[in-house]
């Protein structure tokens, strides 16, 4: 699976969560920001970890291979934290994934989606559970130019997947994960319960 990368959004200020969310505990002693590293480290992809000045001190959770930027105007939003990250593309890429830390997920998931693309050749390719759109969006080489047209005054991704939705391959997965978005302390330790839950029990994937 070589020629995928994945950009991780780490540089928001975590307002509503009251900490930073890149250093929360998530699952077999990893924070969110080191879970979802090697978890994409496990997929074939090379991770592209966009921190701001607040929180650069969690370089130490990404291993040697993650390239680590800081985005210096951070509080522009996420939009400003992808477009740094585009800079930093490796060559010859097949695919690039964006993420959010606050939206950890298996490995497998991603496979899934790397797997979709080397089937259907998708311009964009999202993963779905029980018709319910989730994340994260992987976009294929010749799509990478609708990233250039991102603006946060007009919801940066979102509007994309809008205007360009029949142009999206959905992945139907059986799995609620896809949909985590861990924004409030409630969604965290609900969401972080549940997933404790699951491997404990080894339910799902």
């Keep these: 699976m070589v020629g995928y990368s994945a950009i991780v959004l ?6 509503r969560m009251g900490t ?4 929360l505990p998530w699952l077999n002693g990893k924070t969110l920001l080191s879970y979802q590293v090697e978890q ?3 997929a074939g992809m090379t991770p592209i970890v966009v ?3 607040h929180n ?6 990404c291993p040697p291979e993650t390239q680590i930027l800081i985005n210096p105007c951070s509080a522009n939003g996420k939009v400003s934290s992808i477009q740094i990250g585009l800079q930093h593309l490796p060559p010859s890429l097949s695919g690039l994934l964006i993420s959010a830390v606050d939206q950890p997920r298996p490995n497998w998931i991603y496979r899934s989606l790397i797997q979709a693309h080397l089937t259907s050749n998708a311009l964009m390719i999202a993963p ?6 989730g994340h994260p969006l992987l976009f294929s080489a010749s799509a990478l130019s609708l990233l250039d047209t991102l603006n946060e005054e007009t919801l940066g991704l979102r509007q994309i997947v809008k205007m360009w939705h029949t142009a999206i ?14 924004n409030t302390p409630e969604h965290y330790r609900n ?3 549940r997933e404790v839950h699951r491997i404990k029990t080894g339910c799902g994937v």
């Design 10 to 15: 780490a540089a928001g200020a975590s307002t």
């Design 20 to 23: 930073c969310k890149a250093g």
């Design 40 to 42: 994409l480290q496990m």
């Design 51 to 53: 921190l701001g000045t």
């Design 56 to 61: 650069c001190d969690r370089q130490r959770d």
């Design 128 to 133: 779905t559970h029980q018709g319910k759109l």
């Design 169 to 182: 391959q959905q992945v139907e997965l059986n799995t609620p994960e896809i949909l985590i978005d861990l």
């Design 191 to 193: 969401s972080r319960s």
